[in-house]
């Protein structure tokens, strides 16, 4: 399977997305790892969201 970008009318959707878990539960190893991917690839995630943002939008 690959993944295609389907134009939609209804775009741009804006949307906020926080990461956050039970301060007392502690996160799965593969939480941990997507955590850790998030921090370390914020400029990138930030930069790709832009792409979907629309004109003058922000991301």
Not at 32 to 40: L, T
Request: glycine letters at 10%; proline letters at 7%; charged letters at 20%.
């Amino acid at each position: 399977g690959l993944l295609r970008e389907l134009p939609v009318e209804e775009l741009p959707l804006y949307r906020s997305w926080c990461l956050v878990h039970a301060k007392g539960k502690r996160l799965s190893p593969v939480a941990q790892a997507f955590v850790a991917f998030v921090r370390e690839e914020r400029a990138l995630i930030s930069q790709l969201a832009g792409r979907f943002a629309g004109p003058g939008g922000s991301s």
